[in-house]
């Protein structure tokens, strides 16, 4: 089966610095990545998507992220956050085993961007 | 746009009671699922349907169960409710296939006292 693991918790950051979100998957199958994000309060939304071609994928908001098949990774990067970006990131994995597109999700990462 | 509503943004609720939350998308989406985020954990996957009245569990299943009668609804039952029931519930659908995105209504934070 597969899962997911977010290896950083909290991610302190300063406004206008850069800033990566790591993610790592596990999988034996083709897989499809997600990105998405929960500002305070609210649901969720999808900020990017990996499902084929360019590894390299943007999304909204100025996010991008890199589908690493080697290392298994998709991490997100931001070259200059603001204070608006501060909110939880999640890294997810559709489940392979059917074609019901179960989501499989991380732990989570909470981005705090400073002033 | 998608529309995933969860009746509920709020509820308290006394440890024992049946416990009912409710999820509608205006989508016509075939799969729709229940996660439960507690901090630190995730979201982590109650139950999903991919048609009406079929469902199955995912990695937590116990002390709920489901309800999908209608294509557009999807309810979550807490049959007895408990104190570490207390949580935020996502609701979200999807349209059938691996490389569909979910969308998700905005939480129901349930509190059993």
């Known amino acids: 089966a597969q899962s997911v693991t977010q290896l950083d918790s909290q991610v302190p950051v300063f406004e206008e610095a850069p800033v990566e979100l790591r993610c790592n998957y596990s999988s034996s199958v083709s897989v499809y990545l997600f990105w998405y994000v929960q500002y305070p309060n609210q649901g969720l939304q999808l900020l990017l998507k990996?499902?084929?071609?360019?590894?390299l994928v943007k999304g909204i908001n100025g996010f991008e992220a890199e589908f690493n098949k080697s290392q298994t990774s998709f991490h997100l990067r931001k070259p200059s956050v603001h204070i608006s970006d501060t909110a939880e990131y999640f890294c997810a994995v559709s489940d392979g085993s059917g074609d019901t597109g179960k989501l499989i999700f991380g732990q989570g990462t909470t981005l705090q961007v400073k002033p | 746009d998608v529309k995933v509503t969860q009746s509920s943004r709020y509820l308290v609720k006394r440890t024992g009671e049946k416990v009912f939350l409710e999820c509608v998308q205006d989508?016509?989406?075939?799969?729709m699922f229940w996660y439960r985020q507690d901090p630190g954990l995730g979201l982590r996957l109650i139950y999903f349907?991919?048609?009406?009245?079929?469902?199955e569990k995912g990695d937590i299943p116990e002390g709920y169960s489901v309800s999908r009668e209608k294509k557009e609804r999807f309810s979550l039952i807490l049959e007895s409710a408990s104190t570490n029931q207390t949580s935020m519930y996502l609701c979200?659908?999807?349209?059938?296939?691996?490389?569909?995105?979910?969308?998700f209504g905005q939480g129901t934070r349930l509190t059993v006292v």
């Open positions: 990996y499902l084929s071609g360019s590894t």
């Open positions: 979200a659908s999807s349209s059938q296939g691996l490389n569909t995105e979910a969308f």
């Open positions: 349907s991919y048609d009406v009245k079929m469902k």
């Open positions: 989508m016509d989406h075939e799969n």
